[in-house]
């Protein structure tokens, strides 16, 4: 079975600067996606960036990136110049690209607070 | 404009009543898919749907019935609605490999 597993449950981080969020996750199948999302306070769940296995370059959104390693079974976020309206609960997904397969796995999240 | 709506946004209820939570898209997406939110335990499925009359459980099903008798709406029926069942429910739909979330739907059993 596939786990993913967050193990900041807070973070914070000034104003402007980076932060990164760290996410693994347990799988013996090779192909698979994963993502970032961002819930701010108003619950609405955003995507924020996707990450498919099979490619190696990592996927990169404006101010956000990855570090996808896939050896390693991580899979964390960079937030580059952090912005107060970043403050949010940051969810890690997982779901694998088999056909017939539509199940996906979060994590339980990591709460950013961007301080001013 | 396109996207999921669920409805109602808040529920007040009491325990045994049922209740039934609306999802609707615009997208014509074939999966969808019901979680709950829970302080500590993430995003949990509850049941998801391929297609209009396919459903199948997911990791926390116990509780709770759904339908898809057409392909936008996907309603999930608490059919006798416990304390347990107090949480915040999204519905989501997926194009290819990537879900779309509803603003989500909170719900209190006293």
């Known amino acids: 079975a596939q786990t993913v597993t967050q193990s900041q449950p807070e973070m914070s981080v000034q104003e402007a600067e980076t932060v990164t969020l760290s996410c693994t996750y347990d799988t013996s199948e090779s192909n698979y996606y994963l993502f970032w999302y961002k819930q701010p306070p108003s619950r609405q769940m955003i995507l924020v960036i996707r990450?498919?296995?099979?490619?190696?370059q990592n996927a990169t959104e404006n101010r956000f990136s990855v570090n996808f390693q896939k050896a390693a079974k991580s899979f964390s976020l960079k937030i580059s110049d952090s912005q107060l309206g970043d403050t949010a609960m940051y969810f890690c997904?997982?779901?694998?690209?088999?056909?017939?397969?539509?199940?996906?796995?979060f994590g339980t999240g990591t709460r950013l607070k961007v301080l001013a | 404009d396109a996207g999921i709506t669920q409805s109602p946004r808040y529920k007040i209820t009491e325990t045994g009543r049922q209740v039934t939570l609306m999802c609707h898209q615009t997208w014509s997406h074939s999966y969808m898919f019901w979680y709950r939110q829970d302080l500590g335990h993430g995003l949990r499925l509850i049941y998801y749907s391929a297609a209009a009359d396919i459903t199948d459980k997911g990791e926390v099903p116990d509780g709770y019935v759904v339908s898809r008798s057409k392909t936008e709406n996907f309603p999930l029926t608490l059919e006798s609605a416990t304390r347990s069942q107090t949480s915040v429910y999204f519905c989501a739909s997926s194009r290819q490999e990537t879900q779309y979330f509803g603003p989500g739907t909170r719900l209190l059993v006293l």
């Open positions: 997904a997982f779901r694998l690209s088999t056909s017939g397969t539509y199940k996906y796995i």
């Open positions: 990450q498919e296995a099979y490619k190696q």
